[in-house]
């Protein structure tokens, strides 16, 4: 008798782990919320390994001296991240493909990716091609391709008689992205540039032709041509959906509290604690808004709070513009994006280990 109970006891005991277990699946484990720790084990891997890395990102090669800001690890608050494992990735992702489209965002954690991937297996087969706007890497004895289409506001930019036209409504470009298993979308950096690096002279509104408009609401705007997009095209049973979410700069020191801070520069450590000072960047409620009407499941890569508290991430004078330029909008490769992409591991194959 006491044996039946103890085996009753214990099946009800495995049961209820289970069923917890599942509600803390689908509920419990926000990864976005957490902290980041300090680690001594470095990143994933050495920069100097991956042949990846454009010079717009590879901060050690162009003299980064220290190397702090590749020592810490994201900690959600309620759960552990399963840590990345390239050749698990490449394994369970065989015959398949994921496409990142935006601006250099997307190629900062497309780089990530590829590196993640490449240096995980010793001698690494890959081809690399470039057809138009689409950049392709093909790890071959796994049949995985993982795709770039450079696509700055996602909707089209269209040159007409009267100059470059970018059409809010109007999502072309969006026929490259058909068939492929895994789509991670960005845009942002781009709707507020203005003077000889705004790619495009008119602004499409319906009917309207536009010399400009208040620009929050043209993203806006855009945002809800794409919605449509996936709304249309997407079958969700062959085709998952992300948004990377808004990526932040950091060029005003009061936003960290170090006032006299005009950027990045000589920022060795992130902000310890799970609050930036600075609050939100006002495009992520709208771009939560659009994402909120929208019919099938995309998943939002919520890494803008994790990220602003990463103000010494970027590459600052050790990117592409040398000495001159301060760039404290990319990350440094290793480096933020890495979590980014670990997260996204995480999400796509369900590795939740609860603490
Ligand atoms: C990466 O490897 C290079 C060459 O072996 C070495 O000098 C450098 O310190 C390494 N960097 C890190 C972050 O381990
Ligand atoms: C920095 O941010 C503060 C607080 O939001 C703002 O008052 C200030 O104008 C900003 N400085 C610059 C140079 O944009
Ligand atoms: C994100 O950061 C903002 C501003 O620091 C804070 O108010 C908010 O609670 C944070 N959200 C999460 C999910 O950590």
């Known amino acids: 008798m006491v044996w039946v109970r103890s085996i009753f006891s214990f099946s009800l005991i495995v049961l209820l782990q289970q069923l917890a277990n599942a509600q803390n699946r689908a509920s419990a484990c926000d990864f976005f919320q957490g902290r980041w720790v300090p680690d001594s084990s470095l990143s994933l891997y050495n920069s100097t390994t991956c042949p990846f890395i454009e010079r717009e990102f590879a901060c050690q090669k162009n003299g980064r001296p220290d190397l ?35 601006d250099s965002l ?15 297996i010793p001698n690494a087969q890959y081809t ?4 138009g706007d689409v950049s392709t890497v093909t790890f071959t004895e796994f049949g995985v391709k993982v795709m770039l289409d450079r696509s700055v506001y ?6 007409e008689e009267i100059g470059r036209v970018l ?9 490259l992205w058909k068939g492929i298993d895994t789509l991670i979308f960005n845009t942002w950096h781009w709707w507020y540039r203005r003077g000889p690096t705004q790619p495009w002279d008119y602004v499409q509104v319906g009917n309207q032709i536009l010399k400009d408009m208040d620009r929050m609401a ?16 997407i079958d969700p049973t062959k085709t998952m959906v992300f948004f990377q979410g808004i990526s932040p700069s950091h060029y005003n020191g009061t936003d960290w509290n170090e006032p006299q801070k005009h950027n990045c520069l000589g920022q060795e450590q992130p902000l310890l604690g799970s609050t930036y000072p600075g609050g939100l960047p006002p495009a992520l409620a709208v771009l939560k808004g659009v994402l909120s009407k929208i019919k099938k499941p995309v998943t939002l890569l919520d890494i803008t709070n994790l990220s602003l508290l990463r103000k010494d991430g970027h590459p600052s ?18 480096g933020v994006p890495d979590t980014w992409n ?5 999400i796509v194959f369900e590795q939740v280990s609860h603490s």
């Open 106 to 120: 997307s190629r900062n954690q497309f780089q990530s990716l590829i590196c993640l991937l490449y240096t995980s």
């Open 167 to 175: 059409k809010l409504d109007s999502i072309e470009g969006g026929k």
């Open 154 to 159: 996602l909707v089209d930019v269209v040159r």
């Open 128 to 131: 690399v091609e470039r057809v």
């Open 218 to 233: 043209a993203f806006q705007r855009a945002l809800t041509t794409w919605a449509g997009w996936v709304d249309s095209n």
């Open 317 to 334: 004078k050790y990117g592409l513009g040398g000495p001159t330029v301060m760039d404290c909008s990319h990350w440094c490769l290793a």
């Open 342 to 346: 670990q997260i996204l591991y995480n």
């Open 68 to 102: 702090n800001y590749l020592k810490y690890i994201w900690q959600p608050l309620a759960c552990n991240l399963v840590r990345f494992d390239g050749r698990d990735f490449l394994e369970r992702f065989k015959g398949k493909s994921i496409m990142f489209v935006g």
